[in-house]
């Protein structure tokens, strides 16, 4: 039975946890007069500026006060926040239950992350909500017709494995492209995956390399992983095995499984190959000969799906 666990920047992605950048605070003393009248933007903006720290020293349990002061008169920004507030246990006591009342009334109201956040709750069966991948697909569409790019990832994740949902590799396709433009680096790593596979697309080695290329920039680790095995295979762009080494050894260092796995292979295989990444670079760019292709090196993501199975993936959350 496979194992899921939620790689959720909660504002949870099936895979990813997201928590959303506050914006930038106007004068926090006019804030304070315009909320003294009564003006929910006024209360949302000065809970955003204490839990953030601009303009003010970040201050959670200041952020709960004004967000509660808000979210109680019906204002879906606070609700989300200060539901994210309790998931996390930050400036008031960590309540799952509070978090999914807070989520839910903003969550109603139309609020993307609230409705992102929710349905990562319903996929993993979180704070006494049973598992349902079927009300989580259902937040998630929600969430994703307004492009959040979380739930648009984790909406895609579904869609390829069938949960909750008809598996529909084209779709998935479409919502980890929307995604991805938007910076979305699980889904650049899954959709590069697409592209080398032709799972939903045309098989495409240069666009797969090209995203790989946009999530490494930003060091996700699954994207030094695939970029290396591109590297390695040269699939897509030449062979170069010194570079799909160091990418291995970066990966590695992250943690990443498949990245210990394929640098594993290259230590047992190669054995005065140096312990840092960019030496073992060096060494492998000197070697008098090409080494062999280690055995059976992996890429981090999922396999090509059967007509009887389903794609490993993960889900993007984010608590906000």
């Known amino acids: ?131 349902d991948y079927a009300e989580a697909a259902r937040w998630f569409a929600k969430a994703a017709a307004q492009h959040n790019q979380f739930a648009e990832a984790n909406l895609a994740t579904l869609h390829s494995e069938g949960m909750g949902v008809p598996r529909d590799l084209d779709k998935a396709a479409s919502l980890f492209l929307d995604a991805a433009r938007q910076g979305n680096l699980y889904s650049q790593v899954r959709l590069a995956w697409m592209y080398e596979h032709g799972v939903g697309f045309h098989q495409d080695l240069a666009d797969a390399l090209r995203w790989d290329r946009a999530a490494a920039r930003h060091d996700y680790p699954p994207a030094w992983n695939n970029l290396g095995y591109l590297y390695e295979h040269g699939l897509g762009v030449p062979r170069n095995f010194p570079e799909a080494a160091r990418l291995y050894c970066e990966a590695a260092a992250s943690r990443l499984p498949a990245g210990e796995r394929n640098w594993a292979i290259l230590r047992s295989t190669l054995k005065d190959l140096p312990g840092n990444c960019d030496g073992a670079a060096r060494w492998l760019a000197s070697a008098p000969e090409e080494p062999e292709n280690p055995a059976e090196s992996i890429e981090a993501g999922p396999k090509i799906p059967q007509e009887d199975s389903t794609v490993p993936g993960a889900l993007v959350s984010r608590k906000q």
């Open 1 to 131: 039975m496979r194992t899921w666990a939620p790689l959720c920047l909660l504002v949870v992605t099936l895979f990813t946890f997201c928590f959303a950048n506050a914006e930038s605070i106007p004068d926090v003393p006019r804030l304070l007069k315009s909320a003294s009248k009564g003006d929910l933007d006024a209360l949302f903006m000065l809970g955003l500026a204490y839990e953030s720290g601009h303009g003010v020293a970040q201050d959670f349990a200041a952020a709960a006060r004004w967000y509660q002061l808000a979210a109680d008169r019906g204002h879906s920004g606070a609700q989300s926040r200060l539901g994210s507030l309790y998931a996390r246990g930050q400036g008031v006591p960590q309540d799952e239950t509070a978090a999914v009342k807070w989520y839910l009334r903003a969550a109603v109201q139309g609020d993307p992350d609230a409705q992102t956040n929710l349905g990562c709750m319903y996929f993993n069966g979180e704070a006494g909500l049973r598992l």
